[in-house]
DNA sequence: GTGAAAGCGCTAACAG
DNA sequence: CTGTTAGCGCTTTCAC
């Protein structure tokens, strides 16, 4: 029934099937409008394609017409990057990877290495979308010298500055400030992992703590002795941070901010509070994508969307 | 500097750039063995390559060579994954990709609808690889229809039993062991996430559990009462379950067989027991590919490899 | 309505 | 040592 051991069929051999030349094999095939076949024609193409199990070469495809159909995925790993840091980016590129999976793209994920991050694989598969997630400021400023202008990328939870990138990230702002007004005491330390370490700056100055009160957090033991000093009642960010944070402190002491996307983690830990944010930053990502293609000219309404806690 | 808004540079322009032939470029470019180029003229296309900024164009290789760099892990999604059961791939799909990517193939990751898989993406994308997560037994019924085969694919945390295809999986029995022992009390109930329902099966009859005693967690609300039922000792198949267990049962009346990949997260559970498998499904997914890609002859040792805990 | 043919960018014989 | 050339599989313009 199949010959899945023989060479693969080609558009040429549905065409000598169908005795039909092999243009018309690429009209029926992909419905090309403008070109009228008639419905016998078409038929006897179609029967030989599903007879011969044709499957497209889609890397042939990419080449003549100038896309690819690839997305991208790309994520900036530090050398050391921790269990924490690298759940927080999973729940992302799940659901990022079936959006665009659902959208008819084929996804590429590919890590980068911080210190050398080599976005090659823009240009070299063509990717018809990018999306940069945790790349640093130097990070970037390697990327803008020669990549391929005119490809869509955004950046995800990326602190950088370029106004030549679209971004969206979290409104950490708000989030503190909700946090801060549900639990009723002021807010005295805060802890974030690294992928927020400039969020944490930012907070930090916002509620007016000393550098000393705000723990980036780097290695698991960094942890205890840190939670130990403190008095008052604090935030943490990054849920799984927060589950660790509950072996050295009650959880009621701290709201943890659900920057991993994983709220349902704190289920365990009862009586926490937390402070979750929209489930959109895929949907932002993908809409600021989109308007990239389309609005080219003027560029989407905002270089930056701000996901809200909710 | 760079003429990113310009069309991309190709060896043809090289070769015009260089004063050689496009084959020329070719052979210094990939530093083909079996050619003696001259320093001298090696050095001209080099530096006329790095002058224009040439990417090579992936597709275009992958059409003349039959190799597209490209490996793909494909995952079964049910409609109604849970939380955690994606946590518990998320960190094997993490390991896959880098390592993949450091043996520089690029990586596709795509969802598959458990309803209706569809695998076309291995042969449209002419991928050089192949790992499958989750499959179940008729996903693979579809599959084994009509696939490309001499495509390296192997089956991970697959139940499946059709002889055709390379597995890797946990050792389920010598885990559930350990633990039983490490507990010196028999253990008398068993939870598993839906991704290791075989294991649960083949679990309760070794432990010899009524099948009142076996939990397959298909919500997070059926977890309490069916601990509440219990009155001795247990095992908890995935790390996240056993999190969520902690809510309604002192951890130390079971042991969690840490399937998901991050054990780590148990940590904030004092006193909780667990075992650990070794870390290395992806390598034995990684050393099954490319002994499939050797001896496609005899095949390789084991069709299927199970990780042991340590 | 349908087909011939010129690419897309790169590789790999095969000549010279 | 280097260039010519014939594809790889598909799309697309332009004739018939």
Known sequence: MNKSGGKKATMKDIAK????????VSYVLNNVSGQTIPGETRQRVLDAASELNYVPNLAARSLSKRQSGLAGILVNRQPDEQWWER????????AMERE???????????????KAPNMDIIAERKLDAVFVLG?????FHQISRHFPTGVPLVAIDSPIEDPLFYRVQ???????????????????FLVADRGSMDAAAQLGTLLSLPPSQVLVLETEDQLQPFLARQTGDGIILNEYVGLLASRWMNPTRYTVLCTAGTP?????LPR?????????????????MQSLRNDSYSGPPDKCVLIKPR
Do not use: M, W
Request: proline content about 3%.
């Open 17 to 24: 099937a169908a005795q039909v030349s092999v243009a018309t």
């Open 272 to 288: 926490s509070s937390s402070v979750l944010f929209e489930d959109r930053k895929h949907l932002a990502a993908l809409e600021l």
């Open 100 to 114: 665009l999976t659902s959208l008819g793209y084929h996804v590429v994920l590919s890590s980068l290495d911080a």
């Open 87 to 94: 759940a927080a980016y999973t729940p992302f590129i799940d």
């Open 264 to 268: 349902e983690l704190l289920h365990s």
């Open 170 to 188: 979290y409104d950490y702002e708000r989030a503190a400030l909700a946090a801060t007004e549900q639990n009723s005491k002021p807010c005295s």
């Open 135 to 139: 790349a640093l400021q130097d990070t």
